[in-house]
Each structure stands twice: as structure tokens, then as C-alpha cells.
């Protein structure tokens, strides 16, 4: 894995229009691995975690939960965390703003100590990402809890040791929040029913594993979820399930090259609604088993895109998709209706000759016979996977600048794209200065 400096200092050469043949092997989901290793503080025995991805979120929350008396030891895709230790130490503000994950440790701290402190979490910069919902589930759930100068500070109220089971009503099926009041009220005394719950597969997954360690929840994967609190939890050895946003980001890469790639293991059922969308545009998609998927390409038609929390469509799929419907025959709307602001990569595209349009919330694309390779800059996590796949169908070079971004949250994307044949390499601008000109 790069550093920080290495990746400010680095960029990504893509020479455009090779096309990709072959089998991608599919990494652990980084959203799911994220709140696991936060929700291994709620027992206090050894957790194993296997298929864990490689990439800097990962190293950032492992560091985190080192700083607040956690004990862990990575070994490749393998890590054990064993939590006995925890102390009152604020998790350091410099690791938790930069992302969003690091806030999910609120609800297990909470729930082993009685009381704790975490900064406002960071993450993507695609809209203001207020903590409202999680404060609101804790606060019902029998916590004190206010915000100091960018700190939440949470306690259980009165002299009650335990948090206490109530019944809970989301104003939004909030992932994040829905995972907080989970594993809040895994430890908590008596029943906790969450409402409009986050029905999204890393909420499934993560009820698996808190199930592993003897928590007793109901109804993950439906809008009710229920948690009947125990005393304690015991140690686990738990595989973390495929990454669907890389999977969905690798078909996508098949598609816009026009060739025919196997992805492996995925769960088709995760990405039923990018499966949908990706037939309705031409491509076939082929479900060659349980964990299985191979991208059969076609020309590609116009369609309309609306993300929504899941079984809609996924808003971590939105940017890569319009890269997409770029080059597709037609117009195509694309409504982001899950973040105020995810549109960023829009300009970027348009670098590269896209002809995309936006008003509020929708963006307008216009397809167009085909992009020129640019140099262009990553604003978020998946405007750079955007930004990469459009490289991979344009004329000419491309040059993905901003890399801290992809580097968060994809497990050696480019690595994986060079062994289906791209011609894609990171240059070190130190290096090869000539790269480093952008804007
Ligand atoms: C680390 C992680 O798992 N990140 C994922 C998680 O983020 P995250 O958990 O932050 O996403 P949420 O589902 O909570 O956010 C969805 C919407 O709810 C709003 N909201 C959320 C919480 C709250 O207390 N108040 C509030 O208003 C947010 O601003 C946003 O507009 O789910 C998102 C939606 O699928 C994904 O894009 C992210 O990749
Ligand atoms: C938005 C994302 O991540 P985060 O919530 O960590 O910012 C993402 O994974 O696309």
C-alpha cells in the first residue's frame, strides 16, 4: 500500500481504448470491514476478521482502534483485534476526519464503557453528513450526549451501567445510524426495534458477525430491525462479504472497454439493481453461480439512474455509471437523491469531452462517440473510479490526479485492471514531472 506522501506525490497514466480480458478477483467489502472492526470493541475476547481489503481506510481505522487501547495484529487479508483493554482515550482527531467509518466506534464504546468521546467523523466531501440520526438513537437508547467543539461526548444517563432497549423510528434509513443503534443496543438492557432501518447487505453482514459473538438481532436486511440486549459477547472468527462497489466498478470497466471480463466471488443479489440497470443499457450481465459474474458487452443505450438507500440503486455506484452514460446512445438522467452533493465529477468529465448537463440534484448526459484522454482530478472516492474508467474508453492519455481518494477505498484497483490487460501504471510526478501539470 502507498503512504500519504506517496500518494500526493503519485498519479495515474492511462492509455485509453485497450481492451480488458479475464478474471478479476473481488476484495472484501470496505464499508462492511469498517463498521466489523469497529463493532470487534463489543466484545472483549479475541475477534478474527478474514478477507479484510487492502487500502487506507483499513490502515486508518485499524490505527484508530490502536489509539483507544485496542490490540491488533494484521497478517495479509487476516486481522485479529482483541478490545479487553480499552480505555477513555479519544480516538485522535486527525485519523477520525478522514472518514466516515471512524464515528461507527461511538456505539460500541458506549455501549462496553458507559461513556466516551469521538470527534466528528470526516469521509467522502459529498454533502454535510450530519451524525443527527446516530445522536437521536443513542439519546432514546438512555445516553447523554452533546457536541463540544467538534467532539461528541456521550454517556449513559443516570447511574445506570447499561444503555436501555427502546423502540426506535429513523427519519431516514441511515446506514451509519442504523449500524450505531445496532451494535449500541447489542450490549444494551432489554429490546431494541430500529424502524426504517437500513436494509443495505453491509447491515446484514454486520449483524452476522455481531450474531457470531452471541448477539441476539432480528430482521437485518428488512426495515425492522430487533435487538434483544445481552451481557456480553464472545470471541468470533468471521469472513467479511465481497465488496459490491468494486464488483459493480469492474463490470462497469467491462462494459465501457466492450469486453467480456468474470468477476469473482461476488453476490449477485448485492448488485441486483446495477445488474438491472447495466441489461437495460445492452450489456449483458451472467450469473455463472452463487459468487460468479461475467460481463457479456454490447452497445450501450441511454437509461435513467436514481439513487436510493438499498434495494435501489447505490449512490457509491452513481459516479461510475455516468462515466458510463456518457458514451451510450442517447440521453440519460441521473437524480443523486442520497447526498446534496455528488456531482463533482461532472466538470471532470466534461474535461474529457462528456456532454452532461446539471440542474440541483440531476445531471443530463447527452452520449458521445467518444472521450479524449485528459489530465483530471479526483474529488472524492468514486469520481476517481469514475475518472479511471472513462481513462480506460477514452482517445489517448489519461491522467487521475488526487489519489488519496481512490487509494481510501479500492484494494489496488489499478493492479487489477493492468492483470485484465489495461494499460494503466502510477507515475510518481517527483519522477516524471511532466505528469504533475493539472487544471
Ligand atoms: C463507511 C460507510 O459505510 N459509508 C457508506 C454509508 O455512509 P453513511 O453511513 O454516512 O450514509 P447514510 O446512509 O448515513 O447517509 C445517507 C443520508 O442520510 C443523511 N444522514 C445520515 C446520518 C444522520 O445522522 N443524519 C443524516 O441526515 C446523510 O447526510 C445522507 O444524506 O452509506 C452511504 C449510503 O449508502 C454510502 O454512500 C457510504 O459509502
Ligand atoms: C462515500 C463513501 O465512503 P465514506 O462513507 O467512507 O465517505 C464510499 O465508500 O463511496
Same mark, same amino acid.
Given at each position: 500500500m502507498t503512504t500519504p506522501l506517496e500518494e500526493q506525490q503519485s498519479v495515474l497514466e492511462i492509455k485509453g481504448q485497450t481492451p480488458l480480458k479475464g478474471e478479476v478477483h473481488i476484495s472484501g467489502a470496505k464499508n462492511s470491514a469498517l463498521v466489523l472492526m469497529a463493532g470487534a470493541i463489543l466484545c472483549s475476547e479475541d475477534c478474527r476478521l478474514r478477507?479484510?481489503?487492502?487500502?487506507a481506510d483499513i490502515e486508518r481505522m485499524t490505527q484508530i482502534l490502536a489509539a483507544i487501547g485496542v490490540k491488533l495484529n494484521r497478517n495479509g487479508d487476516v486481522i485479529d483485534i482483541n #478490545?479487553?483493554?480499552?480505555?477513555?482515550?479519544? #480516538?485522535p482527531y486527525e485519523l477520525v476526519s478522514q472518514?466516515? #467509518?471512524?464515528?461507527?466506534v461511538i456505539g460500541p464504546l458506549l455501549a462496553r464503557l458507559g461513556m466516551t468521546r469521538v470527534p466528528l467523523p470526516g469521509g467522502c466531501a459529498i454533502g454535510a453528513r450530519p451524525v443527527d440520526l446516530h445522536v437521536r438513537g443513542l439519546q432514546a437508547m438512555g445516553a447523554d450526549v452533546r457536541i463540544e467543539h467538534g467532539v461528541v461526548h456521550a454517556c449513559v444517563r443516570g447511574n445506570r451501567k447499561r444503555l436501555q432497549g427502546a423502540k426506535i423510528y429513523l427519519d431516514y434509513p441511515s446506514v451509519g445510524a442504523t449500524e450505531t443503534i445496532m451494535m449500541a443496543a447489542t450490549l444494551a438492557e432489554g429490546e431494541t426495534i430500529i424502524e426504517n432501518a437500513a436494509q443495505e447487505p453491509e447491515i446484514i453482514d454486520l449483524a452476522n458477525f455481531c450474531r457470531s459473538m452471541g448477539a441476539r438481532i432480528k430482521?437485518?436486511?428488512?426495515n425492522t430491525i430487533v435487538v434483544s440486549g445481552v451481557e456480553r459477547l464472545h470471541s468470533t472468527d468471521y469472513c467479511v462479504i465481497p465488496d459490491r462497489i468494486e464488483a459493480g466498478t469492474l463490470l462497469i470497466a467491462g462494459a465501457i472497454t466492450h469486453s467480456e471480463i468474470t468477476l469473482n466471488p461476488v453476490f449477485p443479489e448485492h448488485l441486483a439493481s446495477v445488474i438491472a440497470k447495466l441489461r437495460e443499457m445492452g450489456p449483458q450481465v451472467v450469473i455463472e453461480g452463487p459468487d460468479r459474474l461475467r460481463l457479456v458487452p454490447a452497445p450501450l443505450r441511454a437509461t435513467d439512474i436514481k439513487t436510493l438507500p438499498f434495494p435501489g440503486f447505490p449512490t457509491d455506484m452513481q459516479a461510475q455509471f455516468m462515466a458510463l452514460l456518457t458514451l451510450s446512445e442517447g440521453s440519460s438522467m441521473v437524480t443523486e437523491t442520497v447526498f446534496e452533493n455528488r456531482l463533482r465529477h461532472v466538470a471532470e468529465l466534461q474535461r474529457m469531452g462528456a456532454d452532461i448537463r446539471v440542474k440541483g440534484n440531476i445531471a443530463l448526459v447527452k452520449g458521445v462517440p467518444f472521450l479524449s484522454g485528459a489530465p483530471v482530478m479526483a474529488t472524492d472516492l468514486r469520481a476517481s473510479a469514475a475518472l479511471v474508467l472513462a481513462g480506460l474508453a477514452a482517445q489517448g492519455t489519461t491522467i487521475v490526479q488526487g489519489l488519496h481518494h481512490l487509494d481510501r477505498g479500492y484494494d489496488n484497483l489499478e493492479g487489477k485492471l493492468r492483470k485484465l490487460g489495461a494499460n494503466i501504471r502510477r507515475v510518481n510526478v517527483v519522477d516524471e514531472p511532466e505528469h504533475s501539470i493539472v487544471n
Open positions: 478477507n479484510l481489503p487492502l487500502l #478490545a479487553q483493554d480499552i480505555g477513555q482515550d479519544q #480516538a472518514l466516515r #467509518a471512524s464515528f461507527f430482521g437485518a436486511g428488512t
